[in-house]
C-alpha cells in the first residue's frame, strides 16, 4: 500500500529528529521510502508561541494496516523524545499519516485521510515537491490548491 506521512520537528537539532524518524521508520521490515521531499521551515501553526518547524513529506509503501502504520509513527516519536503536553505544541517529532492508500478511514484514533491537510500549506509544498499530480481530498490537484502560512524551502546541505 503507499502511504503519505508528514513529518515536522521545532526542537533541538530540527535535522537530526527529521533524518532520525526517517531511519527508524525505514528500519522497519513493512516500510519502504520511496519518496522524500526537501525541507521547509514554517511557522507553527495552532499554537503560535514556538519555535518554527522544519518539515518534510515521505511517500511510502507498506504492507502495515493503517492503525499499525500509526502505532510504529507514534512509537518512532516517543523514542526520540516526543512528549504529548500541549496540544500543537513544540515536538521534536512528529509524524502524521496523511494519507493511506486513498482509503477513507475513520474511528477515535485515526481519521484518514487527515481532516486539515488541505489546510496546510506546510504539508501542501513538501507534498506538491514529491506528488505534483496527487489528488485532494476535494478532488483537487495538489498544485491547485494553496494552505494558511508561509513556508521556505531549505537548500540542501
Known sequence: MKAYLSIGSN??????????????????????????????ETKPWGNVDQPDFWNQVLEIETSLA????????????????????????????????LNYDNKVWEDDRLILPHPRMEEREFV??????IAPHYILPSGKRVTEVCGDGEVWRLESK
Open 66 to 97: 493503517p492503525l499499525d502504520l500509526l502505532d510504529l509513527c507514534q512509537e518512532v516519536e516517543k523514542s526520540l523524545g516526543r512528549e504529548r503536553l500541549i496540544r500543537w505544541g513544540p515536538r521534536t517529532i512528529d509524524i502524521d499519516l
Open 124 to 129: 501542501l509544498a513538501p507534498l506538491r515537491e
Open 11 to 40: 526542537l533541538g537539532d530540527r535535522g537530526h529528529y527529521l533524518q532520525q524518524s526517517c531511519q527508524r521508520l525505514a528500519e522497519h521490515l513493512e516500510v519502504k521510502i520511496i519518496k522524500r521531499s526537501g525541507t521547509y
